[in-house]
């Protein structure tokens, strides 16, 4: 399992593909994971927080169940490899500091209330007239000018009202539905960001002007509940959600099974293609079970058709049938076997077959250790390392690079940050 250095972050060693770009991101939750983002593709992240510690410090989990503020898991996760200092922006002389630092900035990245940094004479709108060429990114609930800006709002709440939980649960609907974990609004609302932050690089570069870009996390998690919204807009239908698999105007076939030890695997999606169906039949060839299968002769035709188009299901009930055989060949398979096999030698042959883990199961998963998913980090002031989330893709030309852990209060106060962005000591 890899790790990463204990202190700041070293200037040899940045490297990726925004070394050279520099960001001030006004510590809050929305603004996270889209700071995390940029400052391990590169980017150097100065991480601006109040002097009495931002709210986050104070969100569990903690490393060993400790109560110290710098062992909060969250904070320790969403924050590291960025460089932190603080300013209480309240006070004149602060307020100085902090437009002093960006001087010397290419973006600004915040999530503050809307019309908070207006009232201290410090929004995008002066800024940006005094720097024609910096990128200024907000990132809030509802967005800066929506009615709904004012409204409170949590990840909970905006996942809920934006659409992505109504599609989200099982068949049994007098279950309610289910909340996708991990922070998915706030994570899918900083990928947002960050991918608009990037398309504005790219037109600064050709125009030399900046821009506002204005993030509401709500919309962005609207636009993210793959078929619900549109179906709703274009033809207004109403998505069901499904046990394991797609929320549907109508039932699909399950696709969870059971393995030779009552484990759930999912099945994926069934084959489609010949090499696919060539696979199928070679795995059941291979376990004995060709000709134990009553529909064999369904998955011969699904090759010599040349595989099914989905498109034909609805319409083609010979297509519909081999498609269906296929799904319950996967599950005889994986009744057969136990669950981390069929997962292992179902991706060997080219199906999307998958084993159903526990979150602290993911973590030991062979694969996942060898792309490097899982890396230590000390967090804050402790001794020990924890093992934490490392990098949520993988880039072959634009590497990915877990730099330092998370800042502690203060820790970059006295570091000459940049050529000019110093002085909040």
Known sequence: MSSIPDGPIPAEGASGPLHGLRVVELASEWTAFAGKLLAELGA?????????GAPMRDYGPFAGDSKDREASLWWGHYQTSKLGVTLDLDEPDHRDRFLRMLSSVDMVLEGEAPGRLARLGIDHPERCANDPALIWISITPFGRDNPRAAEP????????GGGPVWSCGYDDHTLPPVRGGGNQAMHTGGLHAVAAALAALLR?????????????????????????????LVAGETVERQTGRHASTRPTMPTMAPDVDGRHVNTGAPPRSTEEFTALLGWMEDLGLRDRFPDTVLLELGVERG???????????????????????LILIASRLVGYDFFVEGQRRGLATSLIYAPEEVLSDPHFIARGFPIEVRDGSRTEKVTHAGAPMIFGKSPWKLRSRAPQLGEHNAVKLGTQAGEAE
């Not at 709002?153 to 809920?160: F, I, N, P, V």
């Not at 030399?208 to 204005?214: S, V």
């Not at 498109?311 to 519909?320: F, L, P, Y």
């Open 44 to 52: 150097e992240v100065i991480l601006v927080e109040a002097t009495s």
């Open 307 to 329: 595989g099914v188009n989905l498109a034909d299901i609805d319409v083609d009930v010979e297509a519909q049938a081999i498609y269906g055989a296929g799904r319950e060949a």
């Open 153 to 160: 709002a949590t990840d909970l709440t905006l996942l809920a």
């Open 204 to 232: 600064r570069e050709a125009s030399g002007r900046g821009q506002h870009i204005d993030v509401s996390v709500y919309a962005a998690v609207n636009v993210t509940t793959e078929e619900a919204t549109f179906r709703w």
